[in-house]
Each structure stands twice: as C-alpha cells, then as structure tokens.
C-alpha cells in the first residue's frame, strides 16, 4: 500500500471524493441525490482534466497531478474560504473577490516556478497526501455509519412529556397549512395599504379564531419550523453574523428528527406531509425540484460557478446564462407555479381520503413568498423593480390574495369531509417586508398570518399575541390533555 500511495496519485480521485462524503456527513440523510449527480460528476473530473492539460507542460505526471491538485483546492474550497471571511469580517478587504483570486493566482505561480526548477520524484508528497485524503474520508464514513454526529443547531434543553399516550382523548383530524411569508393583516393593510378584511369575515363566519397580533419567532422558514415542531426554541442562534447556506441547511436536520411527529405517530396518527421537508420517516411527497437549493451548495465548491452566482456580471451574458440554467431551480415562473399546485392537489385528496386513523395533514405553500411571477388570476406580471419579476408591493399582495383564493377552496373542501373532531391552523412561517434597512427590515419580518379551528371552540389557551412555537404547545394541551407550559415571546432575526 505505501508504494502505491507513493506511486501514484490516488489524491486527484481522493479530494473530490473527499468533498462529496465530506457534505453528506454534514447533512446525512438530507440530500437529494438526483439533483446533484451532474455537479459530483464535475468535481470528479475537474482534477483528471487539469492534470491532462499540466502534461504537455511539465511533461512529467507527478508534476502534473500535483498541480492540478492544487489548482482544485482553490476550485473546491476557495468558495467557502470567502463564505468564511465575508462572515465574520464583512468590512474587510480579505474577503473580497480580487483580494483571494489574486493571493490564489500568486501562489499558483510560485508553486508552477517551483515544480518546474524541482527534480525531487515527490513520492513522499504523494505518500502524504494519499494517506492524508484517506483517513479524512475514513473518519467522515464512519462518522456517518456509526457516530451520531453532534447537530450544528439544538433545542433548548426542557423536558417535554410528550412519550405518555392519551387513551381516552378525542383525536381530531389536525391540519397545518403553512403559506410562506404570508405576514399579518395588520401588517398588510400598514405596510400595503391592503385590507385583508374580506378573508378574515369568511373565516371568522367558519368559527376560526384569528391571532390578530401574532408573529413568527423567526424570520428564515428552517428555523421557523425546526421551532414549531420541537415545541421549543433553537439553542445558541447567531444573530450577529450573515448565514450561507452550508450553515442555514444545517437547520432541515432539526425538523428531520422533530418531537411532534413521533409522538403523533405513537397517538395513531395517518401522518401526509406535502412540504418543503423531509421528516424522519415521513418523506415529502414533493420530491422533483430542488426545494432547498442543494445544487447551489455543491456549487459553493466551484469557484467558477460561485464567482458567477455572486458576480455574474463579469462574465458574458451567454456564460452567465449557460452557468445559470437550472431547471430543477425552485423559483422560476414554471416550478412555482408547479410545486404550488402540486401541493394543493395533493392536500385536497388528503381532504378526501377515507381513514379509520386520525390524520395530520402538513402542507407547506411556496407563495406568497417571492419572487412575484403572477397576480391573483394567474396572470404574468410585468417587471418594474429588478430582481424580482414585478413590483414588490404589487407583486405581494397579488401573491396574498392568489393565497386567500386557495385557502377559502380549502377550508370549504375540509369542512365539508370532515367526520372526526377538526383542527386546521393556517401559518405564516415568518412574514415580509420591502424594506432594505436592516432595522425596519428586522422590525417587520416577523408579523405573521395566524388562525386557528377547533371544532370543540375551546379557545380559551389562544390569544392574539399567540407566537408560532407555542403552536401544538397549544394544541396538545387543548386536545391530548398535556400541560405543557406556554413559552415567553422570543424574536430572533438571522442575517
């Protein structure tokens, strides 16, 4: 083995390889591989292909391979390099684009002076960083096949009893309806100049009771859920620094391994979930786009394609486009419009489907968040105010009302199925603002759509100051007979 680890340059197969289990043990179970496959094929080839182009150079395979070996640390890991430092130090010149491929353009050439004067066979080199790649990769597989590896993000410790099932209880069928972004009609009619008057009328009529001054705990949908279904909130949030994606997804496995849904499953729930996520043992049935932009944290380690997410403009237009396409993207006209009523038509044969088993029923709408691609009808809207397709406040309060359309079609089509006691709660995971300023932007992001029907109308546990994490605090204590304390209001705005 060491002669061959001295031989040849296994290395140029280890890091891509390396990279790939690397983000899997980062977030085991949670990437959708198919969306993917295209972007691993890449990182294999990218040191092969180098390699082949340093030959007629260096005209030495050593030499070659160990080139291409360092130009593809720059590729994969020069992306998260600048994550990083933008971070941490956002004001300062170390984080900028020209500074890093700059100091990385430098140190390529003096490796390129040096590997050409050198007449070393570099085995020991080689030895090195086989060996090396090979015990990373050994500990992250078995790090992912038997150590239940520490979560970046945890619930406050409280003991919850939720293991003690409730035999006597009326189990309703429960209904959770998130629309994404969907703010306050407080907040609609300050910020909007919308009345949201009409759909509170028809609700209020149907016996809903509606949480007029409730807000989100969170402003990120992630965090917002992880919190709701772990009845608690996250430990330790970081609030001060900006959060990329590598860190944000860290929050799926928090609703992956949630406290609600095991204990639903143990009262003998029928469990749909037609989200954005999946949950342990209960995968979404939205599975055909790229929901959580996974393809775009595979890019964070290519340079190339990072450089061109963030600054796009340096490029040609038809580089720019080729780099960009992305069918499986979720925010094009087309997919949102597809993932949308995907989901509505999954919930309604939810609605309709005959059960001996209680059922909960979570159902996760994109809109209204944006980008705006359509009014309430459907139709385009044209583009006013780049990046999104329409003007913001036009754009949202289409979007709020194409919502209020689906919700009225909904709450007819659930009250008339029902044959068991009821629970529907319709949510905003966080709510909106158009507002750049950090401070206004803080302020109203976390107002949030907020109603609750219980067919026993016992009320008496919701307020109109109601946050989001004390949701099934709310519903388990009404209807499975647990005192679960409520939690004091806590806001956290994550950059």
């Not at 390529?108 to 060996?131: E, G, P």
């Not at 600054?311 to 486009?321: D, Q, T, V």
Request: hydrophobic share 40%; net charge positive; glycine share 2%.
């Amino acid at each position: 083995m060491k002669r061959l680890f001295e031989k040849y340059p296994f290395f140029l197969v280890l890091l891509p390889l390396f990279v790939v289990i690397h983000l899997e043990k980062e977030l085991h179970r949670l990437i959708p591989y198919h969306f993917v496959y295209d972007r691993i094929l890449l990182f294999f080839c990218i040191p092969l292909l180098l390699t082949i182009f340093f030959l007629p150079i260096f005209r030495s395979l050593k030499k070659s391979a160990l080139l291409s070996f360092v130009c593809s640390l720059f590729i994969f890991f020069l992306g998260d390099a600048k994550n990083s430092l933008s971070r941490y130090y956002p004001e300062s010149m170390i984080q900028k684009y020209s500074v890093l491929l700059s100091a990385s353009l430098l140190v390529l050439v003096v490796i390129i002076i040096r590997l050409k004067r050198s007449r070393s066979n570099f085995r020991k080199i080689s030895l090195v960083l086989n060996t090396t790649l090979l015990l990373f990769i050994t500990a992250d597989v078995i790090a992912i096949l038997f150590l239940e590896r520490k979560n970046t993000y945890t619930m406050r410790e409280e003991e919850i009893q939720l293991q003690n099932s409730c035999g006597d209880c009326e189990k309703p069928d429960i209904y959770y309806i998130i629309f994404d972004s969907y703010t306050s009609s407080a907040a609609l009619a300050k910020d909007f100049n919308y009345s949201n008057a009409g759909l509170e009328h028809y609700l209020q009529d149907k016996g809903f009771f509606i949480a007029s001054q409730s807000k989100s705990n969170y402003n990120y949908t992630a965090f917002s859920l992880g919190s709701i279904f772990n009845l608690n909130y996250f430990e330790q949030i970081d609030t001060t620094h900006k959060l990329y994606d590598r860190t944000y997804l860290q929050a799926l496995k928090i609703v992956y391994q949630n406290k609600l849904f095991p204990f639903l499953r143990q009262e003998g729930y029928q469990i749909f979930n037609h989200s954005l996520f999946d949950i342990k043992g209960f995968p979404t049935t939205r599975t055909v786009k790229d929901k959580w932009g996974i393809r775009e944290l595979f890019d964070q380690y290519n340079i190339i394609l990072k450089l061109n997410a963030d600054a796009g403009e340096l490029f040609p237009k038809w580089i720019n486009r080729e780099l960009s396409e992305n069918d499986l993207y979720v925010n094009t006209r087309a997919n949102r419009k597809f993932i949308d009523s995907m989901v509505m038509e999954d919930l309604l044969q939810s609605v309709q489907e005959q059960s001996s088993q209680p059922k909960f029923v979570y159902a996760h709408f994109l809109s209204p968040h944006p980008p705006f691609f359509n009014d309430s009808l459907g139709r385009p809207l044209i583009s006013k105010n780049l990046p999104y397709p329409a003007d913001i406040i036009d754009g949202y309060v289409n979007r709020v009302a194409a919502a209020n359309r689906k919700i009225t079609r909904l709450m007819d089509s659930i009250l008339k199925h029902t044959q068991r006691p009821l629970v529907i709660i319709i949510q905003g995971d966080h709510g909106f603002t158009y507002e750049n300023d950090p401070e206004k932007k803080r302020e109203k992001y976390f107002p949030n759509m907020n109603a609750f029907y219980f067919s026993n109308r016992d009320y008496h546990l919701l307020n109109d100051s109601l946050t989001s994490v004390n949701t099934f605090r709310v519903v388990l204590n009404t209807w499975f007979k647990k005192e679960l304390p409520i939690l004091q209001n806590e806001f956290y705005f994550l950059k």
